[in-house]
């Protein structure tokens, strides 16, 4: 039957964890680009112009994306290879941002990956715009950093 499981009768409500990632290189030390992401005060600097209301500490940041929705994200871990953020306080779903920081000579690889658990239908619609937001974030630290 077209919507069940398994026999089960379950209508399928499968959530998918879908992967975004956006890589830069950047002309600083990896020091540098740490000292940078691991306060989220920073984070203003690397966003689009669609998010509004944006407060912020070290360690938590509110703001909304204009007509769409509001989070509070929170660093959940910080090592100098990497930065875990995660969303807080009913987000429209699961949500981990991790930064992810190599030294490579005198440059620093940079991988920003957004890990979403969303349905199909979220990830449809949702997929693109988060793309877009990582290649954004990305390219101004790299803009940020030179």
Do not use: C
């Amino acid at each position: 039957m077209a919507g069940q499981s398994g026999g089960l009768g379950q209508i399928i409500t499968e959530i998918f964890m879908t992967i975004i990632e956006s890589k830069t290189i950047i002309n600083a030390s990896a020091v540098v680009v740490y000292d940078f992401l691991t306060d989220l005060n920073n984070h203003q600097q690397l966003m689009p112009d669609n998010i509004v209301g944006w407060t912020s500490t070290k360690d938590e940041v509110r703001f909304q994306i204009q007509n769409m929705a509001k989070l509070v994200l929170q660093v959940t871990g910080r090592n100098p290879t990497e930065i875990l953020i995660n969303a807080i306080e009913n987000p429209p779903f699961p949500l981990e941002l991790k930064w992810a920081i190599k030294e490579a000579g005198i440059q620093t690889e940079v991988n920003f990956i957004i890990a979403a658990d969303m349905n199909m239908m979220m990830t449809m619609l949702a997929k693109t715009p988060l793309q877009k937001l990582a290649d954004h974030e990305t390219e101004r630290l790299q803009q940020l950093m030179k």
